[in-house]
Protein backbone atom coordinates (compact mmCIF):
# COMPACT_ATOMS: atom_id res chain seq x y z
CA UNK A 1 0.00 0.00 0.00
CA UNK A 2 1.55 3.21 -0.75
CA UNK A 3 0.95 6.05 2.32
CA UNK A 4 -0.13 9.53 0.47
CA UNK A 5 1.52 10.56 3.92
CA UNK A 6 5.03 11.26 3.52
CA UNK A 7 7.91 10.73 1.34
CA UNK A 8 10.91 9.88 4.03
CA UNK A 9 13.33 11.96 3.81
CA UNK A 10 17.06 11.34 3.36
CA UNK A 11 16.25 7.92 3.50
CA UNK A 12 19.31 6.23 2.36
CA UNK A 13 21.32 8.23 4.93
CA UNK A 14 19.25 7.35 7.53
CA UNK A 15 19.02 3.72 6.71
CA UNK A 16 22.99 4.32 6.66
CA UNK A 17 23.37 5.73 9.71
CA UNK A 18 21.08 3.40 11.70
CA UNK A 19 22.15 0.51 9.97
CA UNK A 20 19.41 -1.63 10.74
CA UNK A 21 20.98 -4.97 9.10
CA UNK A 22 22.67 -5.48 12.67
CA UNK A 23 19.11 -6.55 14.40
CA UNK A 24 17.90 -5.52 17.18
CA UNK A 25 15.03 -2.91 18.60
CA UNK A 26 14.49 0.06 16.98
CA UNK A 27 12.05 2.69 16.94
CA UNK A 28 10.89 5.07 14.81
CA UNK A 29 9.77 8.15 17.21
CA UNK A 30 7.86 9.97 14.71
CA UNK A 31 5.82 7.43 12.66
CA UNK A 32 3.91 9.47 10.49
CA UNK A 33 3.37 7.47 7.03
CA UNK A 34 5.60 5.08 8.04
CA UNK A 35 8.30 5.29 4.81
CA UNK A 36 11.50 5.45 6.89
CA UNK A 37 10.09 2.15 8.86
CA UNK A 38 9.34 0.49 5.83
CA UNK A 39 13.02 0.89 5.12
CA UNK A 40 14.10 -0.13 8.14
CA UNK A 41 11.68 -2.94 8.67
CA UNK A 42 13.27 -4.23 5.31
CA UNK A 43 16.72 -4.21 6.52
CA UNK A 44 15.50 -5.79 9.37
CA UNK A 45 13.79 -8.77 7.74
CA UNK A 46 17.40 -8.91 4.88
CA UNK A 47 19.66 -9.42 8.05
CA UNK A 48 18.05 -12.43 9.23
CA UNK A 49 19.31 -11.23 12.81
CA UNK A 50 15.88 -10.82 13.48
CA UNK A 51 14.38 -7.65 15.63
CA UNK A 52 11.81 -5.23 16.08
CA UNK A 53 10.51 -1.79 14.87
CA UNK A 54 8.58 0.15 17.14
CA UNK A 55 6.58 3.20 15.20
CA UNK A 56 5.30 5.64 17.78
CA UNK A 57 2.90 8.97 16.74
CA UNK A 58 0.70 11.49 18.34
CA UNK A 59 -1.66 11.65 15.16
CA UNK A 60 -4.10 8.67 15.26
CA UNK A 61 -4.57 9.06 11.68
CA UNK A 62 -0.95 8.56 11.16
CA UNK A 63 -1.09 5.53 13.31
CA UNK A 64 -3.80 3.63 11.23
CA UNK A 65 -2.34 4.45 7.70
CA UNK A 66 1.07 3.32 8.80
CA UNK A 67 -0.61 0.31 10.69
CA UNK A 68 -2.30 -0.53 7.51
CA UNK A 69 0.61 -0.10 4.99
CA UNK A 70 3.18 -1.80 7.22
CA UNK A 71 0.51 -4.54 8.21
CA UNK A 72 2.63 -7.53 6.34
CA UNK A 73 5.93 -6.92 8.58
CA UNK A 74 5.46 -9.08 11.73
CA UNK A 75 8.62 -7.07 12.98
CA UNK A 76 6.59 -4.24 13.18
CA UNK A 77 4.60 -2.69 16.19
CA UNK A 78 2.28 1.04 16.01
CA UNK A 79 2.24 2.77 19.57
CA UNK A 80 0.08 5.85 19.57
CA UNK A 81 1.92 8.67 21.95
CA UNK A 82 4.29 11.00 21.96
CA UNK A 83 8.09 9.97 21.52
CA UNK A 84 8.64 12.58 24.90
CA UNK A 85 7.38 9.62 26.65
CA UNK A 86 9.22 6.53 24.81
CA UNK A 87 10.34 4.87 27.95
CA UNK A 88 6.99 4.49 29.68
CA UNK A 89 4.88 4.19 25.93
CA UNK A 90 7.57 1.18 25.24
CA UNK A 91 7.61 -0.23 28.48
CA UNK A 92 4.54 -2.18 28.70
CA UNK A 93 6.25 -4.12 25.35
CA UNK A 94 8.96 -5.23 27.51
CA UNK A 95 11.18 -2.78 25.73
CA UNK A 96 14.39 -1.10 28.35
CA UNK A 97 16.44 -0.08 25.37
CA UNK A 98 16.61 0.46 22.06
CA UNK A 99 19.68 -0.14 19.47
CA UNK A 100 18.35 2.62 16.87
CA UNK A 101 15.94 5.50 17.13
CA UNK A 102 14.72 7.85 14.78
CA UNK A 103 13.07 10.90 15.41
CA UNK A 104 11.81 13.10 11.97
CA UNK A 105 10.61 16.21 13.59
CA UNK A 106 7.82 18.75 12.64
CA UNK A 107 4.63 18.24 10.65
CA UNK A 108 4.11 15.37 8.48
CA UNK A 109 3.28 16.47 4.72
CA UNK A 110 -0.24 14.85 4.92
CA UNK A 111 -0.85 17.02 7.71
CA UNK A 112 0.09 19.95 5.80
CA UNK A 113 -1.70 18.41 2.50
CA UNK A 114 -4.76 17.60 4.45
CA UNK A 115 -6.98 20.88 4.42
CA UNK A 116 -8.73 20.04 7.10
CA UNK A 117 -6.48 19.34 9.66
CA UNK A 118 -6.19 23.81 9.68
CA UNK A 119 -1.89 23.68 9.17
CA UNK A 120 -2.06 25.07 5.89
CA UNK A 121 -2.23 28.89 5.03
CA UNK A 122 -3.18 27.78 1.38
CA UNK A 123 -6.64 25.73 2.15
CA UNK A 124 -9.56 27.50 4.09
CA UNK A 125 -10.20 25.03 6.98
CA UNK A 126 -10.95 25.86 10.84
CA UNK A 127 -7.91 26.47 13.02
CA UNK A 128 -6.89 23.61 14.47
CA UNK A 129 -3.52 22.36 13.71
CA UNK A 130 -3.12 19.66 16.62
CA UNK A 131 -1.17 16.47 15.93
CA UNK A 132 -3.14 14.85 18.47
CA UNK A 133 -6.68 15.96 18.12
CA UNK A 134 -7.16 14.31 21.81
CA UNK A 135 -5.27 17.32 22.67
CA UNK A 136 -7.36 20.63 24.00
CA UNK A 137 -5.30 23.37 23.04
CA UNK A 138 -5.66 23.96 19.58
CA UNK A 139 -5.08 26.77 17.17
CA UNK A 140 -8.25 28.61 17.48
CA UNK A 141 -7.84 28.59 21.51
CA UNK A 142 -4.15 30.73 21.01
CA UNK A 143 -4.89 33.14 18.24
CA UNK A 144 -8.31 34.05 20.03
CA UNK A 145 -7.01 33.33 23.82
CA UNK A 146 -3.60 34.54 24.30
CA UNK A 147 -2.49 37.99 25.35
CA UNK A 148 -0.54 40.01 22.44
CA UNK A 149 2.23 39.83 24.77
CA UNK A 150 2.46 36.42 24.54
CA UNK A 151 1.45 36.35 20.72
CA UNK A 152 4.03 38.67 20.05
CA UNK A 153 6.75 36.47 21.80
CA UNK A 154 5.96 32.83 19.87
CA UNK A 155 5.46 34.57 16.77
CA UNK A 156 8.98 36.34 17.11
CA UNK A 157 10.65 33.22 18.42
CA UNK A 158 9.10 30.14 16.87
CA UNK A 159 8.91 31.58 13.50
CA UNK A 160 11.66 33.86 14.00
CA UNK A 161 9.29 36.51 12.55
CA UNK A 162 10.46 40.37 12.46
CA UNK A 163 6.74 41.66 12.17
CA UNK A 164 5.62 39.59 15.31
CA UNK A 165 4.76 42.66 16.95
CA UNK A 166 2.73 44.02 14.01
CA UNK A 167 1.28 40.56 13.52
CA UNK A 168 0.12 39.74 16.76
CA UNK A 169 -1.66 43.21 17.37
CA UNK A 170 -3.31 43.06 13.59
CA UNK A 171 -4.59 39.93 15.02
CA UNK A 172 -5.52 40.99 18.57
CA UNK A 173 -7.49 44.16 16.98
CA UNK A 174 -9.50 41.83 14.42
CA UNK A 175 -10.40 39.10 17.23
CA UNK A 176 -11.78 42.04 19.40
CA UNK A 177 -14.77 42.95 16.53
CA UNK A 178 -15.07 38.77 16.62
CA UNK A 179 -13.34 35.58 17.16
CA UNK A 180 -10.64 34.45 14.10
CA UNK A 181 -12.32 30.99 13.15
CA UNK A 182 -9.93 29.84 10.14
CA UNK A 183 -6.87 29.72 8.12
CA UNK A 184 -7.93 31.87 5.47
CA UNK A 185 -8.85 34.58 7.92
CA UNK A 186 -5.60 34.37 9.67
CA UNK A 187 -3.55 34.13 6.60
CA UNK A 188 -5.10 37.46 5.22
CA UNK A 189 -4.60 39.91 9.12
CA UNK A 190 -1.45 38.36 8.65
CA UNK A 191 -0.61 39.50 5.49
CA UNK A 192 -2.34 42.87 5.80
CA UNK A 193 -0.15 43.26 8.32
CA UNK A 194 3.56 42.81 6.77
CA UNK A 195 4.74 45.89 4.78
CA UNK A 196 3.86 45.31 0.81
CA UNK A 197 8.21 45.37 0.33
CA UNK A 198 8.15 42.69 2.55
CA UNK A 199 5.19 40.66 1.26
CA UNK A 200 6.92 40.19 -2.26
CA UNK A 201 10.02 39.00 -0.65
CA UNK A 202 10.84 35.12 0.46
CA UNK A 203 8.18 33.07 1.18
CA UNK A 204 4.20 33.29 1.72
CA UNK A 205 3.73 35.90 4.03
CA UNK A 206 1.71 33.86 7.20
CA UNK A 207 4.29 30.74 6.47
CA UNK A 208 6.47 31.65 9.72
CA UNK A 209 3.48 32.64 11.67
CA UNK A 210 1.69 29.61 11.22
CA UNK A 211 4.79 27.61 12.26
CA UNK A 212 4.83 29.73 14.89
CA UNK A 213 1.62 28.94 15.68
CA UNK A 214 1.85 24.97 15.54
CA UNK A 215 4.95 24.47 17.53
CA UNK A 216 2.90 26.47 20.03
CA UNK A 217 -0.32 24.00 20.04
CA UNK A 218 2.21 21.11 19.58
CA UNK A 219 4.56 21.70 22.48
CA UNK A 220 7.01 21.48 19.98
CA UNK A 221 10.51 23.11 21.35
CA UNK A 222 8.89 22.51 24.96
CA UNK A 223 10.61 19.53 26.26
CA UNK A 224 12.41 19.22 23.14
CA UNK A 225 15.65 19.04 24.69
CA UNK A 226 14.99 16.59 27.98
CA UNK A 227 13.25 14.07 24.95
CA UNK A 228 16.14 14.15 23.15
CA UNK A 229 18.94 13.94 26.25
CA UNK A 230 15.94 10.55 27.10
CA UNK A 231 16.14 9.10 23.50
CA UNK A 232 19.85 9.22 23.63
CA UNK A 233 20.02 7.46 27.25
CA UNK A 234 17.41 4.93 26.06
CA UNK A 235 20.15 3.89 23.82
CA UNK A 236 21.92 0.40 24.41
CA UNK A 237 25.91 0.66 24.05
CA UNK A 238 26.95 1.06 20.54
CA UNK A 239 22.75 2.00 19.74
CA UNK A 240 22.50 5.13 17.38
CA UNK A 241 20.24 7.77 17.62
CA UNK A 242 19.45 9.95 14.47
CA UNK A 243 17.38 12.86 14.04
CA UNK A 244 16.06 15.15 11.34
CA UNK A 245 15.12 18.71 12.18
CA UNK A 246 13.51 21.60 9.73
CA UNK A 247 13.45 24.25 12.30
CA UNK A 248 16.59 26.11 13.58
CA UNK A 249 15.54 26.56 17.15
CA UNK A 250 14.94 22.14 16.55
CA UNK A 251 18.46 21.88 15.37
CA UNK A 252 20.28 24.30 17.65
CA UNK A 253 18.28 21.81 20.71
CA UNK A 254 19.62 18.84 18.75
CA UNK A 255 23.21 19.81 18.07
CA UNK A 256 23.49 21.40 21.66
CA UNK A 257 22.11 18.38 23.76
CA UNK A 258 24.82 15.84 21.26
CA UNK A 259 27.70 18.60 22.48
CA UNK A 260 26.85 18.03 26.07
CA UNK A 261 26.37 14.52 26.43
CA UNK A 262 29.22 14.14 24.48
CA UNK A 263 31.43 16.49 26.48
CA UNK A 264 29.72 16.59 29.61
CA UNK A 265 32.83 17.68 31.90
CA UNK A 266 31.81 21.23 33.59
CA UNK A 267 35.52 21.55 35.59
CA UNK A 268 37.66 25.00 34.56
CA UNK A 269 39.50 24.62 31.78
CA UNK A 270 42.84 24.81 34.29
CA UNK A 271 41.52 22.11 36.24
CA UNK A 272 44.51 18.94 36.10
CA UNK A 273 41.95 16.51 36.33
CA UNK A 274 38.08 16.32 36.20
CA UNK A 275 36.55 16.05 39.83
CA UNK A 276 32.68 16.93 38.91
CA UNK A 277 32.34 13.04 37.67
CA UNK A 278 30.34 13.52 34.51
CA UNK A 279 31.21 10.89 32.25
CA UNK A 280 30.72 11.24 28.01
CA UNK A 281 27.82 9.62 27.17
CA UNK A 282 27.85 9.73 23.27
CA UNK A 283 29.71 10.25 20.16
CA UNK A 284 28.87 12.45 17.75
CA UNK A 285 28.66 10.45 14.69
CA UNK A 286 27.87 13.67 12.26
CA UNK A 287 30.24 16.35 13.01
CA UNK A 288 28.09 18.67 10.71
CA UNK A 289 24.39 18.06 9.60
CA UNK A 290 23.88 15.98 6.72
CA UNK A 291 21.88 17.58 3.97
CA UNK A 292 19.51 16.47 0.94
CA UNK A 293 21.13 15.73 -2.32
CA UNK A 294 20.45 17.72 -5.49
CA UNK A 295 18.58 14.57 -6.88
CA UNK A 296 16.35 14.37 -3.76
CA UNK A 297 15.55 18.37 -3.65
CA UNK A 298 13.99 18.52 -6.65
CA UNK A 299 11.92 15.38 -6.67
CA UNK A 300 11.08 16.65 -2.91
CA UNK A 301 11.12 20.60 -2.13
CA UNK A 302 10.17 19.70 1.56
CA UNK A 303 13.74 18.61 2.05
CA UNK A 304 15.45 21.82 1.29
CA UNK A 305 15.46 23.02 5.22
CA UNK A 306 16.01 19.33 6.40
CA UNK A 307 19.34 18.44 8.36
CA UNK A 308 20.51 15.18 10.13
CA UNK A 309 22.63 14.50 13.13
CA UNK A 310 23.27 11.36 14.67
CA UNK A 311 24.97 9.95 17.70
CA UNK A 312 26.49 6.72 19.27
CA UNK A 313 25.62 5.69 22.75
CA UNK A 314 29.08 4.42 24.37
Known amino acids: MESCYHVPIMLDEVLGLLRPERGGIFVDGTLGGGGHSEGILRRLGESGLGGRLFGIDRDSEAIAEAGARLASYPAFTPV ?41 YNADAKLDMRMDRDEALSAYEVINGYSTKRLTEIIRDYGEERFASRIANAIDKARQAAPIETTTELSEIIKSAIPAPARREGPHPAKRTFQAIRIEVNGELAGLEKAVTDACRFLNPGGIIAVITFHSLEDRTVKNVFKKLQHPCTCPPSAPVCVCGRKQEIEIITAKPLTASGGELTANPRARSAKLRAARRL
Not at 87 to 105: N, Q, S, T, Y
Open 80 to 120: HGNFFEMKRLLAPFGVEGADGILLDLGVSSHQLDDGSRGFS
